[in-house]
């Protein structure tokens, strides 16, 4: 089983942004705890984060017939990208959302999602283990 890991706009600033929000754990953090899990699971887990709208649509159009499963946590393109979500269609892999933080008791705008209208289950408010849970998730399918 293949699983990508994707993480869209500012998660590579992990650890230095937002602190009180996010955490004091930084990105390499994350993939680190996410491998060590995936190993555990006996799944192999493949990484991405990009800051660009238009990378992360090519990288999910490149998991076609690739990868088994993708979690993707979109940082704030989770709340503007019909693009994002058109991926995922296209691609027709099994696909949980994770975001670190709450955001339906955040501000109004982060309460809405484009991606939750096509991603399978929706992990919110778990910090990083919101990644691990989606990981068990896709492998005991
Ligand atoms: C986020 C929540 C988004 O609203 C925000 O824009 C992010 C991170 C989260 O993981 O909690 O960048 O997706």
Redesign the pocket.
């Known amino acids: 089983m293949k699983i990508k890991v994707i993480n ?4 590579n600033m992990l650890g230095i942004r937002e602190p009180e929000i ?1 955490g004091k754990t930084t990105y390499s953090d994350l993939v680190e705890l996410i491998k060590s899990k995936a190993e555990e699971l006996c799944v192999e887990c493949d990484f991405f984060q990009s800051n660009h709208e238009g990378d992360i649509v090519t990288q999910i159009q490149n998991c076609y017939n690739t990868f088994d499963g993708i979690i993707i ?4 393109y ?2 503007t990208s019909v693009a994002i979500l058109d991926a995922l269609k296209s691609v027709g892999i099994p696909t949980v959302e ?4 709450d ?1 339906d008791s ?1 501000e109004e705008f ?1 309460k809405f999602s484009f991606v939750s209208l096509y991603a399978e289950k929706v992990i919110k408010g778990k910090g990083f283990d919101g990644y691990l849970e989606a990981l068990e998730y896709l492998t005991n399918k």
């Not at 869209?8 to 998660?11: A, F, R, S, T, Y």
């Not at 946590?73 to 704030?76: E, L, R, Y």
Request: glycine share 12%; no cysteine; net charge positive.
């Open positions: 869209g706009p500012n998660l996010y946590n979109p940082g704030a989770t709340h994770v975001h670190i933080s955001v955040r982060r």
